[in-house]
């Protein structure tokens, strides 16, 4: 898999854990929930580079130095959720069911997925390490 998302804990609705991209050599913490229908559920998506968006000044998207961007993640498996992402985990704690980056900087993630091209998309895997026994 390209990308994972691990959750590690949930605690207050908000999951928190390691998101890895170790063909580009990026890791960053990582938050998903508590608002709108919680954390992002686990399984496969797909990241297009075509579905890269800009959210210039939405400070819900944006890092503490202005990074403001979204990756749309397209579900690879039936679910009723929907606008579900990757971003920068600007303004309050936590997403609606994104996974929001906790870096002060994040171009090193939106280059990353610019680098996808058009027509191209990499895989996100989120898994739930607190499910397992």
Same mark, same amino acid.
């Given at each position: ?16 854990g390691t998101i890895k991209w170790t063909e580009k050599s990026l ?5 998903? =929930? ?8 686990? /399984? @496969?998506?797909? +990241?297009?580079? %075509? ?13 503490s130095l202005k990074n403001c961007w979204f990756q749309v993640l ?15 985990? =600007? ?8 996974? /929001? @980056?906790?870096? +002060?900087?994040? %171009? ?26």
């Amino acid at each position: 898999m390209a990308i994972k998302f691990i959750i590690e804990r949930i605690e207050n609705q908000k999951a928190y854990g390691t998101i890895k991209w170790t063909e580009k050599s990026l890791q960053s913490g990582a938050i998903s =929930g508590p608002y709108g229908r919680g954390e992002l559920p686990s /399984g @496969l998506y797909h +990241a297009e580079g %075509k579905m890269l968006l800009p959210k210039p000044n939405n400070e819900g998207f944006c890092d503490s130095l202005k990074n403001c961007w979204f990756q749309v993640l397209s579900p690879q498996f039936s679910t009723d959720r929907t606008e579900l992402g990757i971003h920068p985990d =600007g303004n309050l704690i936590g997403t609606k069911g994104c996974i /929001g @980056l906790i870096d +002060a900087n994040t %171009k090193a993630w939106y280059d990353a997925f610019k680098s996808i091209g058009k027509n191209n998309y990499t895989v996100v895997e989120v898994i739930d390490n607190t499910q397992t026994p």
